[in-house]
């Protein structure tokens, strides 16, 4: 009997008593984990296929240990321009040993806490009436705010476009510091 499940967000083809190497897991060394993702079961009579996956099957494994995999080289070069540059890298497993495979009755994994919590309610909305006597006060109250710009941190662009909003006449050929004394005036 063999299925094909995932795990850690890869497909793997699983017999009992097979050990398997995959993505790192949170789960301590020695504990049992359930997988219910199971998408096809195969007993050797009767072949079963999930869409997408096969309800009340899972397959139940021990994590075995915890270990790095081989190293990975990564080299790249770039002919006659002195650029060489060498990494490597050493994937973070998870030696799984894979103990039973269940055809039905198999209850979903447990959802992790955060899942589980339920969403935050959406603060209480707001009247009609207080949003449109919120809008036009906040209107007035802009154009009171007069704020000072600090032209010296702008760029001659910036100022430039400025000079052109306000109608300064020959901006083009000025230098930053002559546009900053035109603009402050």
Known sequence: MYAIVEIAGQQFKVAKDQKLFVHR??????????????????????????????????????????????????????????????????????????EKIVASGAKPAAKPAAEKAPAKKAAPAKPAA?????????????????????????????LKAVAKEKGISGYTSLKKAELIEALSK
Not at 134 to 156: L, R
């Open 25 to 98: 897991l949170q789960d301590k060394e020695g504990s049992k984990v359930s997988f219910d993702k199971v998408y096809l079961l195969d007993d050797g009579k009767k072949v079963t296929v999930g869409a997408p996956a096969i309800s009340g099957a899972a397959v139940e494994a021990k994590v075995v240990g915890h270990l790095k995999g081989d190293k990975v080289i990564v080299f790249k070069k770039k002919r006659r321009k002195g650029y060489r540059v060498k990494n490597g890298h050493r994937q973070a497993l998870t030696e799984l040993m894979v």
């Open 130 to 158: 207080e949003k449109a006597a919120a809008k036009p006060a906040a209107k007035k109250a802009a154009p009171k705010k007069e704020t000072a710009v600090d032209y010296a941190k702008m760029t001659v662009a910036e």
